[in-house]
């Protein structure tokens, strides 16, 4: 089975990886991150799994717009 990544950990730079790791130690700290905001998001779920795709898309919702897709293509 292959697999897409849309990043490689090797595409990044130790600037990308420590901008990363700061923002994620901000975000732990309680500061709030609105880089969604005004955004729209399509979530896409081949298969049928509703608690999976009602976690994704609650989460989602919390920052941007969401349109949630479930089927086979």
Not at 24 to 52: Q, V, W
Request: include cysteine.
């Amino acid at each position: 089975m292959n697999t897409l990544n849309f990043i490689r950990l090797e595409e990044l730079s130790k600037e990308d990886l420590d901008n990363i790791f700061r923002i994620a130690d901000e975000i732990n700290s309680g500061k709030e991150y609105n880089i969604l905001s005004g955004k729209n998001a399509m979530l896409f779920f081949p298969e049928s799994s509703i608690r999976t795709r009602i976690t994704f898309e609650l989460a989602v919702k919390e920052t941007c717009n969401v349109l949630a897709v479930t089927g086979k293509v």
